[in-house]
């Protein structure tokens, strides 16, 4: 059984960081796309960074773009998104997924993910 958990949510005031880590268990993806998703309250859920496991091709919404950045450690089945500079709008619950089609585009739409974490909240404060 594949299981995605997350961890390393919390509370951070505008400007500072935080790291979030996405355990993979149950299965190793041998070029998975491992994608980072957000979901704030009454929006819809969104893409924020994706990496193909094995190519480390990564790729990364405009929004957060050279503010995040999505990392894996293959050794412990782990990937990270390093968040610095944060702002309150990028407050929401952040989940991690796994799509195992083999593939070099990192893939934006939550459907093509079939295995979700649970997610994690991460709140920026002003």
């Known amino acids: 059984q594949v299981q995605l958990v997350e961890s390393g949510g919390g509370l951070v005031q505008a400007g500072g960081s935080l790291r979030l880590s996405c355990a993979v268990s149950?299965?190793?993806?041998?070029?998975?796309?491992m994608g980072w998703f957000r979901q704030a309250p009454g929006k819809e859920r969104e893409f924020v960074a994706g990496?193909?496991?094995?190519?480390?091709?990564?790729y990364y919404a405009n929004s957060v773009k050279g503010r995040f950045t999505i990392s894996r450690d293959n050794a412990k089945n782990t990937v990270f998104l390093q968040m610095n500079s944060l702002k309150p709008e990028d407050t929401a619950v952040y989940s991690c997924a796994a799509d195992s089609t083999i593939g070099v585009v990192v893939p934006t739409k939550g459907g093509a993910y079939e295995y979700w974490g649970q997610g994690t909240q991460v709140t920026g404060s002003s």
């Open positions: 149950g299965r190793t993806f041998s070029n998975a796309a």
């Open positions: 990496i193909r496991w094995s190519l480390g091709i990564t």
